[in-house]
């Protein structure tokens, strides 16, 4: 794949993160919302996926995969690729999808910056995070805490 090819994809992702970052309204009136992934913790168990399992689903038939982890809360085995800083000053970890073109993307809270910051390449992580949809069949995730 030449060059311009993957910067035009790079910069379709860093605006995918951007709407993701820009807060939006819950359009459900009557969905309940909790203050924190924690407290879903303690309520009942928390399915466990792997990235790569949901960019497969994502790859193959995306409404089925919203439908499965979009708005839903759950814990998530990732390979590390990269650590960054998004536009916001948001923490993110890039983690190994279904090839290197379709890294997904795990949004973390503030209070997990420090921990972060120790995380290294390649270096496998649990994280709770709610899903987000996807952009260009590489899935997002928001609100990640590491565990």
Do not use: H
Not at 42 to 70: C, F, G, M, R
Not at 104 to 121: I, M, R, S
């Amino acid at each position: 794949m030449s060059k311009a090819i993957k910067i035009v994809l790079w910069v379709i992702v860093a605006f995918g993160a951007l709407a993701i970052i820009v807060p939006t309204t819950p359009t459900d009136t009557n969905a309940t919302t909790t203050s924190s992934s924690s407290s879903v913790e303690a309520q009942q168990p928390l399915e466990t996926y792997s990235v790569s399992q949901i960019a497969k689903e994502y790859e193959s038939n995306t409404v089925k995969a919203d439908s499965k982890y979009k708005d839903k809360t759950f814990k998530l085995k990732a390979l590390v690729e990269d650590i960054n800083t998004g536009l916001g000053g948001g923490a993110y970890v890039s983690a190994r999808g279904v090839n290197e073109f379709s890294s997904a993307q795990l949004n973390f809270v503030d209070e997990n910056l420090t921990a972060l910051g120790d995380l290294k390449k390649g270096q496998e992580i649990e994280v709770i995070c709610t899903g987000a949809g996807d952009i260009i069949k590489a899935p997002m995730f928001n609100n990640c805490e590491l565990q």
